[in-house]
């Protein structure tokens, strides 16, 4: 079982920067386990998507509107996950969600790929 706290959201201006973490506890390694964890957004009326996620090796994904932008890292000593969120935009604007679940077949990034979910972080961009 995995337990996932997101904190670092709020309400910014347009280019502003935000710094999401995500706490986990519980079992997210193991022996030879590909483990992926990652940020996915979502607002209302609108599916759930992939922001970038990140595996056990390092390998990361984003999605493309993102690149250059965020950047995803994980501190597997303290089991933590972040997203640096630079020049942020309006369009950014959403729930934020820490997802985490075993990825065997490599990185990857959509959300039903995913079990374990945090209860999300709210971030506001604001023109």
């Known amino acids: 079982q995995v337990q996932l706290v997101e904190s670092g959201g709020g309400s910014v201006q347009a280019g502003e920067s935000l710094r999401l973490s995500c706490a986990a506890t519980g079992k997210t390694s193991g022996y030879r386990q590909a483990y992926c964890m990652g940020w996915f957004r979502q607002v209302p009326g609108k599916e759930r998507e992939g922001v970038a996620t990140?595996?056990?090796?390092?390998?990361?994904l984003y999605t493309d509107s993102v690149k250059g932008r965020f950047t995803i890292s994980k501190d597997n000593a303290k089991n933590i996950l972040y997203l640096q969120m630079n020049n942020l935009k309006p369009e950014d604007t959403a729930m934020y969600y820490c997802a985490a679940d075993m990825c065997p077949g490599g990185v990857v990034i959509h959300p039903i790929l995913f079990g374990y979910w945090g209860q999300g972080t709210q971030v506001t961009v604001s023109s």
């Open positions: 990140i595996d056990t090796e390092g390998k990361t």
